[in-house]
């Protein structure tokens, strides 16, 4: 299965994980249906243009939005980014942190919620610098990518079992995004550990490479993470700060 570019070239390590946290009307448009089919048919270059598609009812632990090209479907708010990638914005929006806040800071309570342009366009997202922006976007498009694996194949398990392990990924290297002060207190480096994965220069098929990183007891990844999972509910406790 190949899934987009997958090595990074001269990657330097980032000096401030977290880069500059701005309001997501910054990086990017928020769009209504109308508004976004207007653009649609005034600006011929937005036919071309990745996007994310948020759902309008989203449902907690459920994918509800992803990347995608094209007229956007009914009952979504369109997210149209200016200074980043789509799958980055899609990483932030669709991993735990991002639905915390969509679902009000109940993301415990709720099942589900319905969001609209003025809930997205309230949330704060982080300018990182581009080698870090590619890491989290090629996770994103691992995630989306075995998702959509998995739906056309709901009864194969190996696709179930990676797509938690990527879903977890994301999940984690997010929280370590809008909560960094703890996990640099605990020692904790997952998108340093996910670059390193990334810029392993071997023939193995890319998706065995990433399984390994996230399953074998000796991975540092994977070691990171199930460190990480102790800190969940301080780190929700600080996002929601």
């Known amino acids: 299965m190949e899934i987009g570019r997958f090595y990074f070239k001269n990657s ?13 009307t910054d990086m990017a448009l928020v769009c209504t249906e109308k508004q976004f089919a207007d653009l649609y048919a005034s600006d011929p270059s937005l036919q071309d ?23 956007l479907q009914p009952g979504s708010v369109a997210v149209v980014p200016n200074t980043c990638s789509a799958h980055y914005l899609s990483f932030l929006l669709c991993s735990q942190p991002g639905q915390l806040l969509l679902f009000g ?21 982080f300018d990182v610098a581009k080698e870090s922006e590619e890491a989290y976007a090629m996770a994103d498009t691992l995630r989306e990518a075995v998702y959509h694996f998995h739906r056309e194949q709901p009864d194969d398990l190996n696709y179930q079992r990676l797509y938690g392990l990527i879903a977890d990924l994301c999940d984690v290297m997010a929280l370590e995004l809008y909560a960094h002060p703890l996990f640099e207190e605990k020692s904790i480096f ?24 996230l399953t074998d007891s000796d991975s540092r990844l994977r070691n990171e993470i199930m460190k990480a999972h102790i800190l969940i509910q301080d780190v929700s406790d600080y996002i929601k700060q």
Do not use: P
């Open 12 to 24: 330097k390590k980032m000096a401030d994980l977290q880069g500059i946290r701005r309001n997501i």
């Open 49 to 71: 243009k990745e996007y994310v598609r948020l759902d309008v009812n989203q449902i907690r632990g459920v994918l509800c939005g992803g990347v995608q090209k094209g007229q």
């Open 190 to 213: 997952i998108l340093e550990n996910w670059k390193a994965v990334l810029e392993k220069d071997t023939t193995r098929d890319k998706i065995a490479i990433v399984l390994s990183a």
């Open 105 to 125: 800071q109940k993301f415990n309570v709720l099942a589900q919620t319905t969001i609209n342009k003025k809930t997205v366009s309230t949330l704060s997202v």
